[in-house]
């Protein structure tokens, strides 16, 4: 056995001090250096679980790989087509976001943004009469956007005829897909369904998808995971703040735009659209993200979350250690700021897939990389430090391509640990934009969001189940 | 007539040591007739119920504050007392500097932070392996004070550090010294020529004393926990200490000290520091076998060095009739030590930790005949402080025993070092020469301790002396002393 710890008569050059503070302080006394943690007891009922997760000799270096295979992936953005071509989805099949969910239990904005899209492919004239469709529930199907390698912001809303981003993993082929953003207000994915906004999303189908489609393939793979990290040095927190990012991809893409092979004048609709929509690259960021992370999903012993995701009456998180399970609870309630004269009665409970920016480390996480924003979500910088520092405490690794400038260039947190979210009790934050709760309203407010604390307690315990299981077998 | 006021603070926290403070500090407020801030362990509640108070239900996770106190008047001030008692108790654990940068939250997290360097865990039982894996993970031995860490989880976390070369020192581990800096309960000794390997925390400190007043100094005391000589756990970190002590060039000479271990486990070891290029010299307590200063002096003599006369304070205690010995002690290998060497005249001693099952003492810690009780033990420190940082408990067996007509003679042990009570003396002497002027009953101390300790071992030994107490360095001395007053009980 190789001896590589000092020598037993030399003093240790610090000391990480956990408990009574007595001892730090004896310690203290005697001139060495002490890091003392500000301990607290876990979340209630989950001690012995705990205990059986971090005793789990796959733990440690299952938990380097996922972060290594996240951390390995390049996203490249390689194409834009349809939705029926790209998933094979069919007339009647809906993808929507966060964890599977049934019509009956649907929140408002996920079931306008249903009705909206039926609509759209023709599967009724008025968007009133898809009620009656999705309720008796022949000819529609319902499915997660992450069951098919796909992610959707708020309602997360795909049908056939919708155009989607495809973000591709070079090194495996991997890919991953999410729809175009439509803008914010009146819009599909915060569950409007008005006359305007199916004539956008008509527009999106037929000039602005194939327009873009033309010109990423003549542009060539870009490379998303780049932009995110000059995101994150301008400003940008890539979940309620894209404004550099967009402007980044356009600038990619002008010169193929201005090429390709339609009219100059749906050339200007377009540049005129994604210039005024700041959040036009959320839906690149949030797919890369996703390829980011599916590479560390089923890794035996992970317990590192892969997927968060809300459909707006369940918040669920999937951890790379228990396959494809959904560890779900009731949504909760944003904290922020109103638009207009909304308030919070008005707001429905967290909705969208875009958490998966937080999961990837980004978004809330990465908030004091955006003080711009901070207001928005109704805090103030030195809580956007605080909690980018607080974020620390419950990941795993450091994303040294996403850098955060006012944090002296530390990476990006990465990786959140189930483990640690039952330790310190500390939920991932999470900047989210609010829809309103009745059906066709649109977007109400953004703020601040947190996971039901419940569904980490019941990962860890599946977590700890498996790990007995494999030791007893 | 006083008024009781009892609230539960659902998700509050803070350590028992603090919380001991805590209350002494709230029980001092003006008015308050007594206080007590705990966390809602089953133990805390059954000494709040003890104290009389009422309780709504509540989880371990909770922190209760009861308080009795002259008139409804006095609660607002004593809740005030309540508040500013915890915040100054969490000063500590949030620490000074860049007031933006909150303190870590897991031993992982301060050991990034640290760039590394040895974890030390206090935390209650049930948590410490977490802690523990943290510091596994992060590359860095470990020394784990908690008790009541399950044996498997011992176990997992020694198999895990010795593959990846890493010492996991305890859990239960109440003393070490590395590089001559000590951790928990240790003794201020000049580093040197010795190192020591312990199962056993005062045990460990015993020889610390011994050798530190024969003139050698220690430069490690690795402690392993005390059942880390048990079947279930083979020796694992004894071996690893083995290893390390064995490669470092300033150490010529290893002493391991261990409470009563199994027998085959002891001989894997043995065998294995046979193949050590540095001699080893094994103290284990055990029925036949040398106690720990015997061993010492064997040290003593490899090493080449006279062995001085041990040193005592006060005037021989005198018998005053009675036929049991009643040892309270806080050490538990002292414990069992004193245990072993009476057995041999005295036949079966009762003990909360006794040296066969058939002994073993009821929760009421009474029997009639021979008796000694360990303070310190798992069964006894659940929820609550070490004896050594609070001797309530002991304190009022003192009283009870002394008073006993059956004791022949009370023998006690006095701990010293880092860690321990700032003045241990300033409660047990008066309490010695009280129990001393209800019943003459002869008192017998072995004081550990060097004279460089925080507590000074002179002060402490002679404060003890004054109170009428025999007191001696060595706890082989003093129990031999103690076994001379009761019939029977010469060797």
Redesign the interface.
Known sequence: MTVTQPAPSQAPAAVAAVGADMFAAAVEAQAVPVERVDWKPPMEGTVDDLATVAADPLRRDANALAVKRMLDVQAMLVGVAPASELLGLEKGQFLHAGPPIEWARASGPLRGALMGAAAFEGLVEDPEDAVALFESGTDVTLEPCHHRGAVGPMAGVVSPSMWMFVLEDPATGRRTYCSLNEGLGKVLRYGAYSAEVLTRLRWMRDSLGPLLAEAVTAAGPIDATAILGQMLQMGDEAHNRNRAGTLMLMRDLAPHLVRSSRPAEEVAEAFAFVGGNDHFFLNVAMPACKLALDAARDIEGSTMVVAMARNGTDFGIQVSGTGDQWFTGPAQLADGLFLGDYGPDDANPDIGDSAITETAGIGGFAMAAAPAIVRFVGGTVPDALATSRRMREITIGENDRWPIPVLDFAGAATGIDVSSVCRTGILPQINTGMAGKQAGVGQVGAGLVTPPASIFPAALAALAERTRERAGA | MTVEHVEIRAGA?A????LLQVSRDVAATPGVVAAQVAMATELNLEVLAGMGFTLPPA???DMVVALRVDDEGVVPAALAAVDAALAA?RK????GGDT????????????R????????????G??A???A?D?I?A???VMV??DNV?VE?EL??KR?ARDR???VMGPDCGTAV???????FANTTE?GRV?IVAASGTGCQQVLALLDHAGVGV??A?GVGGRDLSSAIGGISTM??L???D?????EQVIVVSKPPAAEVAAAVEEYAAGLGTPVRFALLGAGQPDITTQVEGLLADLGVAVPEWPTWGSPATSVGGSALRGLFVGGTLCDEAMLIAAESLGGIRSNIPLSPELALGSDLTAPGHLMIDFGDDGLTRGR?HPM?DPTLRLDQLTKVAQDPETAVVLLDVVLG??AQDDPAADLAPAIAAARAARDVPVVVACVGTSADPQGLERQAQALADAGAEVHLSNAAATRRALALVPGGSL
């Open positions: 926290y350590d028992s040591v603090a989880s371990p996770n108790a500590g654990a949030a620490g933006t940068l909150a303190a870590p939250r897991t031993t992982g997290s301060a050991l932070r640290a760039g590394g360097g040895l974890a030390l865990v206090s935390v209650p049930a948590s392996l977490v802690e894996m510091a993970d590359g860095s031995d004070f908690s399950p989880q997992a976390m895990i070369g890493l010492l590395v590089g001559g800096v000590g951790l928990g580093p190192g430069s490690a690795l690893t200490a290893d390390r002590l490669a470092d060039p300033t150490i402080a940082i880092h860690g």
